[in-house]
């Protein structure tokens, strides 16, 4: 009993909440996204969402989502149509440069079956991910996609 009493424990998460509020999220947020974007060729296309979004922040049991912890995660991202011809995978070699040399925490999160290759940097507990899309669809630009998002934030 004793033993499923501490794997149920130890299975249980709750994220932690950062320091900053969430007005103070959305603007770092954005200007994470700001920094990526800039490293991008000029004749990139995007749309930058008028403002981030919120995701609620979740407390966990068994990998399950099992209530709300009460903050929030800002969040935004851009989808960006790069120039013809380009290749995206440069572009995440280009911002991974930037990032390191900004002193940024940066790694590349796997992915299954590496199509979607991507760098990520962590900086102060907030997160921006730039993700190239090596094989596109017949008829659409290259593309890579910029996401930023917060940790979670008391409002």
Same mark, same amino acid.
């Given at each position: 009993m004793l033993v499923v009493l501490?794997?149920? /424990?130890?299975s249980c998460s709750t994220p932690e909440t950062g320091s900053d509020d969430l %007005?103070?999220? +959305?603007?770092?947020?954005? @200007? /994470? /996204?700001q920094e990526a974007l800039a490293t991008l060729p000029e004749d990139s296309d995007y749309v930058v969402p008028p403002e981030p979004?919120?995701?609620?922040?979740r407390k966990t049991f068994l990998g399950y989502a099992v209530g709300t912890t009460g903050a929030h995660r800002a969040e935004i991202p851009t989808i960006v149509d790069l120039p013809a011809g380009s290749d995206p995978a440069e572009r995440l070699t280009e911002i991974e440069a930037v990032w390191r040399d900004a002193g940024y925490d940066v790694t590349h999160p796997r992915?299954?079956?590496?199509?979607?290759? +991507?760098?990520? %940097?962590?900086?102060? @507990?907030?997160?921006?991910?730039m993700t190239a899309?090596?094989?596109p669809l017949p008829g659409?630009?290259?593309r890579v996609t910029v996401y930023a998002v917060s940790p979670c934030l008391d409002s």
């Amino acid at each position: 009993m004793l033993v499923v009493l501490a794997c149920a /424990l130890a299975s249980c998460s709750t994220p932690e909440t950062g320091s900053d509020d969430l %007005a103070t999220g +959305k603007t770092r947020v954005q @200007d /994470l /996204l700001q920094e990526a974007l800039a490293t991008l060729p000029e004749d990139s296309d995007y749309v930058v969402p008028p403002e981030p979004g919120e995701e609620t922040c979740r407390k966990t049991f068994l990998g399950y989502a099992v209530g709300t912890t009460g903050a929030h995660r800002a969040e935004i991202p851009t989808i960006v149509d790069l120039p013809a011809g380009s290749d995206p995978a440069e572009r995440l070699t280009e911002i991974e440069a930037v990032w390191r040399d900004a002193g940024y925490d940066v790694t590349h999160p796997r992915t299954a079956d590496g199509r979607f290759p +991507k760098v990520q %940097a962590v900086v102060d @507990d907030y997160r921006v991910v730039m993700t190239a899309f090596i094989d596109p669809l017949p008829g659409v630009p290259p593309r890579v996609t910029v996401y930023a998002v917060s940790p979670c934030l008391d409002s």
